[in-house]
Structures are given as structure tokens and as C-alpha cells.
């Protein structure tokens, strides 16, 4: 069984030194990255705020928030990489920015056929075995509430050289009803180029550039395929 | 009164890191934060719909007091959509018939394993913001979702046009240095007697 996201989304998340003050709609929009009519909702917008210690900017398609220390950029809506554009983008202006880490997110809400198979994904994650020696299940009732699996590209008797991680998430969905949520956080260190003594951000928008795709697609495949295995159906792809 | 910047302690940041900011808020507008850690997900931070139900969520904390109410990431109740993905397909620009008012254009399909096959767009569904961008070679994307909002379901259509940034004058100015030192290399081709 193929099973579709109701809801999938993505963020990128640039650690870094920035001035939120920057970030204006206007700014975006001088260099090409915001249309005429998304700069004029984003400005119209509740949420649009121009300060020192943070900005943020939200369109019909994307949410960008910049503190001192972080850049996040959300998508909005249906997924497109135009969400990938714009992080690009912003960051390709920033030549002179450090960034030493950047997160390429991806997050699914996944509607469960029924509630027995809602409770079976999270048996089959956090067995209960366990937990009901301690707890009875005549009056208990254990659930899981949050699993984070980190995955390192090494075998476990090697150590990683770079801190570079992916970190799977899984909950009950708050937005969908016997839903599960699905996020992977494909983390990326970014370390300082001494010989060329400018800011690393265009090499971030490059990463982001070549793997931000991939992830997404990746990101689909482990989720659907984590759900499959959980109710013992085999990968879908 | 909301105080200066807080920073929650022995949280490393990371690539969706915690952080919690909060500042005078100017007239007029809210005040943004974001909170991953001290039991606060990407979830929570994306979905939560309001003030109350984020104070639950962390009813210990003892940085709490200093959290602005609204968060610029909690959409109301009614603003939050659910958009299916149904297909995204990444498009370009072959040429632009300005007699039909289309474009032909060639579509890949990000979601399966379809061809990549080649069509034409009616301009009327490129937004007025993106009409300078139509040229050959110009990348858009045609997204294709299925939206539930406020209990009803709609079929939606996106189109949007890749947006890069503008050259500044440096790069401007070393692309035609690196032209000069090109054409300073090239030498005419003898001609065979």
C-alpha cells in the first residue's frame, strides 16, 4: 500500500551570524527573490516583522524567519522547490556570512487506515512489553508521545569525523486524527574555509542547491517505507 | 513586559536548533519566536494554534514568562491548510507564442517515474508578478495539490516562476573581467592555403 502525506512540508535551517534587520520584504524583493504581488501580501501580513533581534516575512508559499544565530525559511502549502530557490537565493547574497551548520527538514502528517493500525506503527516503534510489566494495562494506558532515531553515516564501532546526522522523528499527528507525523532532519556541519578567508554561505547554497532534492525524495521514501515495515507490508517503493 | 533575549541553557544549537527570542515588540506588529526544545517539536513550532495550547505543552518552564503570547509560526485555526501534494512537475520555457498567448513548454514530473513529455501553457495562468520571467530557458514550477480548508476540499494549481538574485555590480563586473581575459587569449583561426 502507497501511503500520501496529507499534509508534507519542508524547512531549511541556516546556523550562522546574521542581521535580521537585513531581511526586509523590500530587500527581497529588490533582488529578485519576491514577486511584486508576494511583496505586497508579505508586507500587508500580521507576522511581518523588521527589528534588530529578528525578522520574519511570510507569502502565500513560504515563511522566513531570521534571528541573530538562525535562518529558517518553511514552506507553505504544497511543497515545491521554489522553497529551495529562495533559500539559495538569500544565501548567494550573503557571501560574506559564516554558516557552520545547515538543516535540510522534511515533515509529513500520514493519515492511518484505522486506528489499529495508528496503534500498531507505535507498538511496533515502542514496544509495550515493557512498560506494561510496570505499568498494567487494566488501569494504564502507555502510549508513545515522541521517538527521535539518529542516524550517523558510519558503522558503530567507527567515529564520525564530521558531525554530519540525520535525525528521524516520529509522533502522533496533532493536525490529523489516527495520523502520524514523520520528520527527518538531514543535518549538515559546515566547517570554515581558512585559505579563502570569505564567509561559507555560498558554499551552503550550493549544498543546498545539490541536496536538497535528493533529501526530499529521500525523506518520502523512508517515511512511507517506515510505515509500510511497521505494518509489516514490505517497502512500497 | 516582555524582556530582553533569552537563550535556553545547555541547548546546543543545531540545524533546526532551539531558540527563544523575545524583544519589545514594535507598535503594531507581534513579536516571532521559535522553540524546538524544552518539549517543543518542528510540529509544534509549524501547527501549534495558539498561545494556550504551546503554554501546556511546556507548563514548567521556567523561561515562560518571557515567551511573547503570539507566535509568528501559529497559524489561527482557520488558517491552517492542509495541502495534499498531488504531483510537482519542474518546467521550462521553450518559446513563447505571443499570437496564442501560451508558451510551449517541456514538463519533468518530480513524483513517480513519469517522461519527461512537452506541452503549452495559456499565459492567463502565469501571475502578474512572474510575466517579466516568461522567456526561453525561464524554470517554473506547476504544483498540483489537493487543499482542505476550513472542512471543504479543492483541487489547487500553483504555477511559479524560478526566482534567482539579481547579479550585483561585483559579479557583473567579474564576469566581464573574466570575458576580457577570454577574448585576450583567443587568436584568430589560420586560414588553411
Known sequence: MRYTAEIFGSTIVAVGIFNPAMFSVDMLK????????DADLARDQGSYVLTRQVSTVETEWVRLQVLENQLLIMS??????AVRDIAVGILSLLSYTNISAVGLNFFGHYKMSSRADYHRVGDVFAPKTIWNDIFPTENHNTGMETLTVVVQPVRRDETAVMGNVKQITLQPSKLISDGLFLSCNDHHVVEADDHTKTGTAERVARL???????????????????ISKALGEGSPC | MLKSRVALPNVPLDGVGAVFVTQEPPPGVRVAWKAREANWSLQDVAVNPDYEIAKRQIPDSPLFDVLPPPSVFAPSPGEIVRSSLIQTWEGTVVRVNEESHAMEVHLNAKIGQVPEHAGEIDLQWVSEQDKDLVQPGAVFYLTLSRRVKRGSVENNQELRFRRLPSW??????????????????????????
Not at chain 1, 507553505?76 to 522547490?81: I, N, Q, R, W, Y
Not at chain 2, 577570454?182 to 592555403?193: D, G, R, T, V
Open chain 1, 30 to 37: 529588490e533582488n529578485g527573490l519576491l514577486g511584486t504581488e
Open chain 2, 168 to 193: 550585483t555590480k561585483r559579479q557583473m563586473a567579474q564576469v566581464e573581467q573574466d570575458a576580457c581575459m577570454l577574448l585576450s587569449k583567443m587568436k584568430a583561426k589560420p586560414i588553411a592555403e
Open chain 1, 208 to 226: 543546498i542547491e545539490a541536496k536538497w532534492e535528493p533529501s526530499w525524495v529521500e525523506a518520502g521514501k523512508l517515511f512511507e517505507s517506515l
Open chain 1, 76 to 81: 507553505k502549502g504544497a511543497l515545491s522547490p
